[in-house]
């Protein structure tokens, strides 16, 4: 298992201590932190040197996990399952992060990009997200680059909230693709799995990238999550992937900070 931290690169969000604007030092302190990469939220590629971000993190031994795609959601309404318009524009902003993770050789997330998925029966709204998603999945094939579908809770959206979910869905429209796996979120599975340890063990070897927060979506400690079974979980299934931190800030950044690096080394410490 290795460890990768959320930074913007663009525009600040709530779930990385870091400031887009000094994504530079960032990247140094996460280093420092002991960390082996970095997982970059990225909203556009307007003013973006994805070259500068690879020589960067070159510069100072980091690797990068993945591309997240979620602030693009919120900031312009991007959705796979949205209208004609918005779809459009999803599959050609994840050909875009599909681009960028080549040449960072990276997995790229799904996560709020699907949609909320509100209107119209659920069925029909899981054949918009894989027909959305179908030029998509077939470009990352072909460029070698993972697409990592995150369960999120059904406060979030009403689709795929679950691992199960996401297997079923895979097995259902893409059948025998390699490059699609599952992210798990301890967030998000806390409020929709029966059981965390059950969950991560029948993803298997499905299973891509974890995001790490509490119950309360603060750092691991703050909440009710038993993190050592999920540790446990994880090392039963031989994962080998990332486990990124995606945690609310506060109460302030060095706090923050400081608990994660903790807890990075309390979670690698031989049991
Ligand atoms: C993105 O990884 C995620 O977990 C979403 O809940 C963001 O709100
Ligand atoms: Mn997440």
Known sequence: ????????????????????????????KIREGGFQAAELCISDYGSLDIRE????????????STISTGQ??????????????????ARARLSEHIRAAE?????????????SGEAGSLQDALERLAEG?????????????????????????????????ILDFFAGYYRGCRNLK????SFHANIEEASLEKSIDSLGSSLGHVHLADSNRLRPGLGRIDFSAVKGSLERISYGGYVSFECLNGPDEKTVWDDLCRFRREWEKPA
């Open 103 to 115: 040449i960072l050789e990276c997995g790229v997330t799904i996560g709020l990009l699907r949609g």
């Open 53 to 64: 971000i690879r020589r960067e993190l070159e510069n100072c031994g980091l690797g990068c």
């Open 133 to 165: 998603l179908e030029p998509v999945v077939r470009e990352a094939e072909e460029k070698g680059v993972v697409l990592f579908l995150e369960a999120l809770n059904r406060y979030e959206s009403a689709l795929l909230n679950t691992g199960k979910e």
């Open 182 to 185: 599952v992210l798990w979120d």
């Open 72 to 89: 693009a959601a919120g900031r312009e309404q991007l959705s796979l399952t949205g209208d004609r318009e918005k779809m459009e524009l």
């Open 1 to 28: 298992m290795k460890f990768s931290m959320t930074i913007p690169v663009q525009y600040d969000t709530c779930f990385s201590p870091f400031r887009a604007s000094e994504w530079r030092q960032g990247l140094s």
